[in-house]
T-cell receptor, first 115, second 115 residues
């Protein structure tokens, strides 16, 4: 499968714990995005990388959240000191600058449940 | 806040009938709109896009209509099939290559196809 892959698919954690999600984009894509989706809502933009540079972060991304893309390939999203309000689906997407504007290729998401 | 939204959260359609999914947007500066489809347990998938200098665009069994006067967008699905059952999101961005990372999604319409 050459699509966007995310790991883990599901994570249950206790409040206050740290969690890390990994995203492997489509290999030739230089752009990588993180979105968050809560039940019944559309995805909300969190952050964006072009190659290894993080070019924008949403105000939704508090200082407990950090994302990296160290070599311009895979990315990690870490949430420190998790809160119940962090429970959501975390979606990763990738795209190419040579592709269609707005055509993001999403992974299947990592669902976080904070108890 | 969100600049796009949908008129109805759910739509039930008889197999073989046409479906029409509506979306209203508030940002008059938006010049690029996209429809995404999200099946259960999967990430959103690009369906079709339209620029603000167009009022209609057709794809395979789908048509997107844009009415800039009333800031309304619709997705028409011809001869709806069981595989069309999903949540449909409209999304918008400013349309430039530099800004395509920041799509704003509406809340979504859940389409259920009756056999």
């Amino acid at each position: 499968d050459t699509g966007v892959s995310q790991d883990p698919r599901h994570k249950i954690t206790k409040r206050g714990q740290n969690v890390t999600f990994r995203c492997d984009p489509i290999s030739e894509h230089n752009r990588l995005y993180w979105y968050r989706q809560t039940l019944g809502q559309g995805p909300e933009f969190l952050t964006y990388f072009q190659n290894e540079a993080q070019l924008e972060k949403s105000r939704l991304l508090s200082d407990r959240f950090s994302a990296e893309r160290p070599k311009g390939s895979f990315s990690t999203l870490e949430i420190q000191r998790t809160e119940q309000g962090d429970s959501a689906m975390y979606l990763c997407a990738s795209s190419s600058t040579s592709g269609r504007i707005g055509e993001l290729f999403f992974g299947e998401g990592s669902r976080l449940t904070v108890l | 806040g969100e600049s796009v939204g949908l008129h109805l959260p759910t739509l039930s359609v008889q197999e073989g009938d046409n479906s029409i999914i509506n979306c209203a947007y508030s940002n008059s500066a938006s010049d690029y709109f996209i429809w995404y489809k999200q099946e259960s347990g999967k990430g959103p998938q690009f369906i079709i896009d339209i620029r603000s200098n167009m009022d209609k665009r057709q794809g395979q069994r789908v048509t997107v209509l844009l009415n800039k006067t009333v800031k309304h967008l619709s997705l028409q699905i011809a001869a709806t099939q069981p595989g069309d059952s999903a949540v449909y999101f409209c999304a918008e961005n400013s349309g430039s290559v530099e800004n395509d990372y920041k799509l704003s999604f509406g809340a979504g319409t859940t389409v259920t196809v009756r056999a």
